[in-house]
C-alpha cells in the first residue's frame, strides 16, 4: 500500500448533479420560477465548459490512535479531531487523507455575481459548487473502496474538519500530511481552501471498517451538507 498521493480527474460534466438533485437541495419545487431557468442555464453553462474536478488522497499507517482524548497519530503527525470522529476510527489500521475541489470556477463567479448584487445567481452558484464537489469526491472515495476491496480491507465514511466537532484547525494537519498534491488547493492562515468548493478530511482503512449511514440525528451542525442530503433524499 503505496503512501503516495494517489490523483483523479473527472470532466465537470460528469459530476455536475443532476437536476433533481440540484431542485432538492436548492429547494426549487416551481419549474416555472425564475430560479429554475436560471440553474439549468447555468448547468448547462458549466456542462459545457472545459473544466474538470481534480481529487485524491495519500494513505498512511496508523501510529496511534487515543479515542478519549481524540487524536489519531499517523505519518509522524498526532491529528486532533475530537472524540466523536476519532471514534469513527476504531478499528482502522491506515488512514486516507483526502483533497478535492471542483474547480476555481465557482468561487469566481460567486464573487462577479455577488458584486453585481446579483444574489440569487450566486447562490444557486454556490450551491452548485457545493454539490459538484461531494459528486467528485463521492468517486474519489469509490475508487478508494475498489483499491482496498481488492486487498480485503473495507473503509469508514469521510470525515472533515468543521463537522461532527473535529475544529477546522484540523485542515492545517491534513495539508501538511497531504504533501505535494496535484489538486491545486490552497490553504490560508485562517484554515479556509482555495478554490472555496473544495473538501478534504480523512477516511478510516482496515479489515472491519464499515461505510455507514451518517449519525445526523446526534449532529447539531444544521449545515452540515451531509445532513441536508441525507433530508433530500428521504
Request: hydrophobic residues 35%; contains cysteine; charged residues 20%.
Amino acid at each position: 500500500m503505496g503512501n503516495q498521493f494517489v490523483s483523479y480527474e473527472y470532466p465537470l460534466k460528469d459530476v455536475l448533479p443532476t437536476t433533481e438533485q440540484a431542485a432538492a437541495y436548492l429547494h426549487i419545487d416551481d419549474p416555472e420560477h425564475p430560479a429554475h431557468s436560471f440553474m439549468l442555464a447555468k448547468m448547462e453553462e458549466l456542462r459545457n465548459a472545459d473544466l474538470a474536478a481534480v481529487g485524491g488522497y495519500r494513505i498512511l499507517a496508523v501510529d496511534h490512535l487515543n479515542i478519549r482524548q481524540g487524536e489519531i497519530r499517523a505519518g509522524g503527525v498526532t491529528i486532533y479531531m475530537d472524540r466523536q470522529v476519532c471514534g469513527y476510527m476504531r478499528g482502522a489500521t491506515h488512514v486516507a487523507l483526502f483533497l478535492c475541489t471542483a474547480g476555481a470556477v465557482f468561487s469566481t463567479q460567486y464573487r462577479d455575481y455577488s458584486k453585481a448584487g446579483d444574489h440569487l445567481e450566486a447562490f444557486i452558484t454556490d450551491a452548485l459548487g457545493s454539490l459538484t464537489v461531494e459528486n467528485a469526491m463521492d468517486r474519489v472515495q469509490s475508487a478508494l473502496q475498489e483499491d482496498m476491496q481488492a486487498a480485503s480491507l473495507g473503509i469508514s465514511n469521510r470525515y472533515s474538519p468543521g463537522y461532527c466537532n473535529w475544529p477546522l484547525t484540523g485542515q492545517q494537519d491534513l495539508f501538511l500530511l497531504a504533501g505535494t498534491n496535484p489538486t491545486g488547493i490552497s490553504l490560508s492562515e485562517s484554515c479556509l481552501m482555495y478554490p472555496t468548493k473544495s473538501v478534504s478530511g480523512i477516511i478510516g482503512i482496515g479489515p472491519q471498517m464499515k461505510r455507514r449511514e451518517y449519525g445526523c440525528a446526534i449532529c447539531s451542525n444544521k449545515n452540515c451538507i451531509y445532513r441536508r442530503i441525507v433530508q433530500n433524499d428521504k
